[in-house]
């Protein structure tokens, strides 16, 4: 095995390391002395793959965030555009699952902000510009956030049509 390769695979165990500490412990509750020991490693050999503990949360969190920037050009309340949403977060699960329930992940300078601003984004596109539209659409943005927080994959997987349905009628301007 080549000592690129080798250090990709040690890259690979630290980064799926850190999504379970998170999701356990949280962000703030989980150190890098945590991780490095979880995984085998020196904090030295932490400090060659990432230069901290926030730039691993970016990295993380980055893939997640760019797939839903993608969305926002173009989404609307059609169940196609729903779905779309709802597969990037399937995608996505682990860190969904551990961001939405991380305060400290959700106020990040980097990450909370481009997810605050996303959600802004696509409560305006759903929205109708009044409080009730901007409260169905805050509902039906949690309504694909939440789940995967809380149900396991299989059950999402299995319900997806059911997810989609249900957000399209909550966003139905009546």
Do not use: C
């Not at 412990?25 to 890098?32: D, I, K, L, N, P």
């Amino acid at each position: 095995m080549s000592e690129n390769s080798r250090s990709n695979n040690r890259r690979s165990e630290l980064t799926e390391a850190a999504i379970e500490a998170f999701v356990e412990h949280g962000f703030e509750g989980t150190s890098v002395a945590d991780l490095v020991t979880v995984v085998g490693m020196s904090k030295a050999a932490f400090g060659y793959h990432f230069e901290s503990k926030d730039a691993l949360l970016v990295e993380l969190a980055t893939p997640l965030l760019d797939a839903l920037a993608q969305l926002e050009t173009a989404i609307t309340t059609d169940p196609e555009d729903i779905a779309r949403y709802l597969d990037v977060l399937l995608t996505h699960a682990d860190v969904v699952a551990w961001i939405d329930g991380d305060r400290s992940a959700l106020s990040h300078p980097v990450v909370g902000t481009r997810i605050s601003d996303h959600l802004s984004r696509v409560r305006t596109a759903w929205g109708d510009g009044s409080d009730a539209g901007e409260v169905r659409a805050s509902m039906a943005i949690a309504a694909l956030w939440r789940p995967i927080r809380n149900l396991e994959d299989r059950q999402i997987v299995a319900t997806k049509d059911t997810v989609i349905t249900t957000v399209a009628a909550m966003l139905a301007r009546s």
